[in-house]
């Protein structure tokens, strides 16, 4: 507990706080010492000193009070401040040298006595050690007047928690090892939960008569997970007396509130490690979080907007302005989901999509054959000025760039509300229009709703999906949106005839009531230009950000992480009906780490076939979706979201002949731990998904 003190009869006067670290000689002291040194380590509260001290005849008026029962008090005084060291044998003892005693407020037959105050403040039910190293007295008294010693102090209990440490010495040559760390305490003051802070320096100085020696940094105290060490160029060194060192450290809470924890540096000190206070206040933000928006078109080389009118040549890029346009803030995004369509290309080639002002990774967004006709989900990280790079490899060919929405890179877009987060689900067919009311007439578009249970349905406020047109009668488009007014003007699929066409979309939906359920669902629409087949699947849900263990997205640059072609993630070329398990680098990933965005390309099949992606090591038996469908002879690439399951691993399916395969990962959704549902930070298993119960309620409207 904290309350004012009266020690051995001397009142404190004054309230006031010691005004600053006392300054301490460049140099190393000399014997006889008379100094008093206090570290205030991790101990929080301020109580009974605020800040650490080195008090010697150079900076402060000391003084020595003995008495008869071996009892001492040290006084060091600087203007109108002061810090009293008080202490004791166990009763009825006389100190030895060499000696280390337990200590706590009062001395008992077991325990000395410590107590440590400065100005007015003090502490109760102290408990600490002091260990004697020299004890010299008066030959005609027998009262102390050669003293040294080391002492560890605490005040447990309430907010005061940790360790003060320290060194006597009155007229003592025995030396002493000591540094302080500074600022102490460290604070972070708020910080968005699960994000990582700028670091905080705290520089040690070497302030004892010897040199010392550092060992490792490290990280304790009540909630160490949420600070980390991330520099020091202390350990394995060795300072002289006024050297110093420096280690760096971050926050990076896991849990709402306040959290505290301990900077730790071992020493060859009497008590081993120096201790600094680490605190930090946790809040929810929205940084990772996804803002579904209506499709806008930010870029069309044909008609010139966005872009010179003109077709992107070999080799070439465009920088494409897409902050503050669309719909999308014109700062605070981390990324952008894009619809990118490739159209007319002049030779077979790729589009890599990157952050503008970065180098251009060895990834492709998407790939095509010439003459091609066909579009891309692509997300992309926002480069120098809100801008993406758009680079064609060969050839020459139009592109078009559709935004359907964007990822908080931080929290100042809060203004705009909660954001959503990501549910993955295992694929499962919403709508086939071959086993279901036929193909979609050219001109109109299916509306339905998907139904996932009274509790999940009315959170949803986008739905990802992988829509395919099959076998259309002509080149055309699809468009898939939330069914508000007219069919917007931009594109989700793009077919030519005849072609099996698939894509990943991130579809807003509009909730409607439902009356017989008594809860509202989600609705959403696809429109067909020409008349085509439509296979629709889910492969996830954007909730509302309240759902339980709900993912969060940190985007990367293209990092490419297979290439069967030369054996990596994948060895050789995938067989027909063959499985192949793919483990993330563990560079990429993370224990919270649950899905990868990426862009998988099948590159050049034997014969048509079907490419399946889905979670490995949950138990989970290949779903009946498709994630690419490639014709024989085809480069052809589509967007997934991978689901990695709890050794970091997921599985490839090939049906038909063989194919090689690309994976480039563009960013990671991690369980966000605001609204885990479990008390630790690990991936939530396969059977604890949300479930659909019902998509058949589709209408066919003229578009």
């Given at each position: 507990m904290r309350r004012i003190r009266t020690l051995l009869g001397v009142t404190a006067a004054g309230a006031c706080v010691l005004a600053g670290l006392p300054s301490v000689a460049l140099a190393a002291p000399t014997a006889p010492f008379k100094v008093l040194t206090v570290d205030v380590g991790d101990q929080t509260g301020g109580y009974p000193v605020y800040q650490s001290g080195v008090y010697d005849t150079g900076n402060s008026n000391l003084s020595l009070t003995p008495d008869s029962l071996d009892r001492v008090s040290v006084y060091a005084y600087q203007q109108s401040s002061y810090v009293n060291l008080r202490t004791e044998p166990p009763t009825g003892q006389k100190w030895v040298e060499g000696q280390t005693?337990?200590?706590?407020?009062?001395?008992?037959?077991?325990?000395?006595?410590?107590?440590?105050?400065?100005?007015?403040?003090?502490?109760?039910?102290?408990?600490?050690?002091?260990?004697?190293?020299?004890?010299?007295?008066?030959?005609?008294?027998?009262l102390i007047e050669k003293f040294a010693a080391s002492y560890d102090y605490s005040c447990p209990g309430g907010t005061n928690s940790g360790m003060i440490s320290g060194e006597l010495r009155w007229d003592s040559s025995v030396d002493?090892?000591?540094?302080?760390?500074?600022?102490?305490?460290?604070?972070?003051?708020?910080?968005?939960?699960?994000?990582?802070?700028?670091?905080?320096?705290?520089?040690?100085?070497?302030?004892?008569?010897?040199?010392?020696?550092?060992?490792?940094?490290s990280i304790g105290g009540p909630t160490p997970d949420s600070f980390s060490v991330t520099s020091s160029n202390c350990s394995g060194r060795t300072l002289a007396p006024g050297e110093t060192c420096t280690v760096s450290v971050v926050t990076h809470p896991v849990k709402e509130g306040v959290h505290t924890g301990s900077l730790l540096l071992a020493d060859d000190s009497s008590t081993g490690?120096?201790?600094?206070?680490?605190?930090?206040?946790?809040?929810?933000?929205?940084?990772?979080?996804?803002?579904?928006?209506?499709?806008?078109?930010?870029?069309?080389?044909?008609?010139?907007?966005?872009?010179?009118?003109?077709r992107i040549g070999a080799g070439k890029k465009v920088d494409l302005q897409v902050a503050g346009r669309g719909g999308v803030p014109s700062s605070g995004v981390s990324s952008v989901v894009l619809n990118v369509t490739v159209t007319g290309p002049t030779a077979a080639s790729f589009l890599t999509l990157y952050p503008a002002g970065q180098s251009r990774p060895t990834g492709s967004s998407i790939n095509f054959p010439k003459y091609w006709l066909g579009s891309n989900n692509v997300t992309v990280k926002l480069g120098s000025g809100g801008k993406v790079s758009v680079y064609n490899h060969a050839g020459s060919t139009d592109v078009v760039v559709d935004v359907v929405g964007f990822y908080?890179?931080?929290?100042?877009?809060?203004?705009?509300?909660?954001?959503?987060?990501?549910?993955?689900?295992?694929?499962?067919?919403?709508?086939?229009?071959?086993?279901?009311?036929?193909?979609?007439?050219?001109?109109?578009?299916?509306?339905?709703?998907?139904?996932?249970?009274?509790?999940?349905?009315?959170?949803?406020?986008a739905l990802v999906l992988n829509i395919t047109a099959v076998s259309p009668k002509k080149a055309g488009f699809l468009t898939a949106w939330d069914g508000v007014g007219d069919v917007p003007k931009s594109s989700t699929v793009n077919y030519g005839a005849g072609k099996?066409?698939?894509?990943?979309?991130?579809?807003?939906?509009?909730?409607?009531?439902?009356?017989?359920?008594?809860?509202?669902?989600?609705?959403?629409?696809?429109?067909?230009?020409?008349?085509?087949?439509?296979?629709?699947?889910?492969?996830?849900?954007?909730?509302?950000?309240?759902?339980?263990?709900?993912?969060?997205?940190?985007?990367?640059?293209?990092?490419?992480?297979?290439?069967?072609?030369?054996?990596?993630?994948?060895?050789?070329?995938?067989?027909?009906?063959?499985?192949?398990?793919?483990?993330?680098?563990?560079?990429?990933?993370?224990?919270?780490?649950e899905a990868l965005a990426m862009n998988v390309t099948a590159v050049s099949p034997t014969n048509n076939t079907v490419i399946t992606v889905w979670p490995a090591d949950y138990g989970m038996s290949k779903p009946s979706a498709s994630n690419l469908n490639p014709a024989a002879g085809q480069t052809?690439?589509?967007?997934?979201?991978?689901?990695?399951?709890?050794?970091?691993?997921?599985?490839?399916?090939?049906?038909?002949?063989?194919?090689?395969?690309?994976?480039?990962?563009?960013?990671?959704?991690?369980?966000?731990?605001?609204?885990?549902?479990?008390?630790?930070?690990?991936?939530?298993?396969?059977?604890?998904?949300?479930?659909?119960?019902?998509?058949?309620?589709?209408?066919?409207?003229?578009?």
């Amino acid at each position: 507990m904290r309350r004012i003190r009266t020690l051995l009869g001397v009142t404190a006067a004054g309230a006031c706080v010691l005004a600053g670290l006392p300054s301490v000689a460049l140099a190393a002291p000399t014997a006889p010492f008379k100094v008093l040194t206090v570290d205030v380590g991790d101990q929080t509260g301020g109580y009974p000193v605020y800040q650490s001290g080195v008090y010697d005849t150079g900076n402060s008026n000391l003084s020595l009070t003995p008495d008869s029962l071996d009892r001492v008090s040290v006084y060091a005084y600087q203007q109108s401040s002061y810090v009293n060291l008080r202490t004791e044998p166990p009763t009825g003892q006389k100190w030895v040298e060499g000696q280390t005693y337990r200590a706590g407020e009062l001395a008992d037959g077991t325990s000395a006595g410590l107590s440590l105050a400065s100005d007015g403040r003090g502490c109760g039910n102290t408990s600490g050690s002091i260990t004697v190293r020299e004890v010299g007295r008066n030959l005609e008294t027998g009262l102390i007047e050669k003293f040294a010693a080391s002492y560890d102090y605490s005040c447990p209990g309430g907010t005061n928690s940790g360790m003060i440490s320290g060194e006597l010495r009155w007229d003592s040559s025995v030396d002493y090892v000591v540094a302080h760390g500074s600022p102490n305490p460290v604070s972070f003051g708020f910080q968005e939960l699960a994000t990582r802070s700028a670091a905080k320096t705290v520089t040690f100085t070497s302030v004892g008569s010897k040199p010392i020696t550092f060992g490792a940094a490290s990280i304790g105290g009540p909630t160490p997970d949420s600070f980390s060490v991330t520099s020091s160029n202390c350990s394995g060194r060795t300072l002289a007396p006024g050297e110093t060192c420096t280690v760096s450290v971050v926050t990076h809470p896991v849990k709402e509130g306040v959290h505290t924890g301990s900077l730790l540096l071992a020493d060859d000190s009497s008590t081993g490690t120096r201790r600094v206070q680490l605190s930090v206040e946790a809040f929810r933000g929205v940084t990772g979080m996804y803002y579904p928006i209506s499709p806008a078109r930010l870029m069309d080389t044909r008609t010139g907007l966005g872009a010179p009118k003109a077709r992107i040549g070999a080799g070439k890029k465009v920088d494409l302005q897409v902050a503050g346009r669309g719909g999308v803030p014109s700062s605070g995004v981390s990324s952008v989901v894009l619809n990118v369509t490739v159209t007319g290309p002049t030779a077979a080639s790729f589009l890599t999509l990157y952050p503008a002002g970065q180098s251009r990774p060895t990834g492709s967004s998407i790939n095509f054959p010439k003459y091609w006709l066909g579009s891309n989900n692509v997300t992309v990280k926002l480069g120098s000025g809100g801008k993406v790079s758009v680079y064609n490899h060969a050839g020459s060919t139009d592109v078009v760039v559709d935004v359907v929405g964007f990822y908080a890179g931080n929290n100042s877009i809060s203004s705009r509300g909660w954001g959503s987060q990501y549910q993955w689900f295992k694929p499962s067919r919403l709508w086939d229009s071959r086993t279901d009311g036929g193909a979609l007439p050219g001109g109109y578009y299916t509306d339905g709703p998907v139904d996932f249970g009274a509790d999940f349905s009315p959170r949803v406020q986008a739905l990802v999906l992988n829509i395919t047109a099959v076998s259309p009668k002509k080149a055309g488009f699809l468009t898939a949106w939330d069914g508000v007014g007219d069919v917007p003007k931009s594109s989700t699929v793009n077919y030519g005839a005849g072609k099996v066409v698939p894509n990943l979309a991130v579809v807003k939906v509009r909730q409607e009531w439902n009356s017989s359920k008594g809860y509202s669902l989600p609705w959403f629409a696809v429109y067909t230009s020409q008349t085509s087949n439509i296979v629709i699947d889910l492969v996830g849900v954007m909730d509302d950000g309240t759902a339980p263990d709900g993912l969060r997205f940190t985007p990367l640059a293209p990092t490419r992480i297979v290439d069967s072609r030369i054996s990596q993630g994948i060895a050789g070329a995938v067989g027909p009906g063959a499985v192949r398990k793919v483990t993330a680098p563990a560079n990429l990933v993370t224990d919270a780490t649950e899905a990868l965005a990426m862009n998988v390309t099948a590159v050049s099949p034997t014969n048509n076939t079907v490419i399946t992606v889905w979670p490995a090591d949950y138990g989970m038996s290949k779903p009946s979706a498709s994630n690419l469908n490639p014709a024989a002879g085809q480069t052809v690439s589509n967007a997934v979201l991978g689901v990695i399951g709890p050794l970091d691993a997921f599985n490839v399916h090939n049906l038909s002949g063989t194919t090689h395969l690309v994976a480039d990962v563009v960013g990671t959704f991690w369980l966000y731990p605001g609204t885990a549902s479990a008390a630790t930070l690990t991936r939530a298993a396969a059977t604890e998904r949300p479930e659909v119960v019902d998509s058949a309620q589709r209408v066919t409207r003229r578009g």
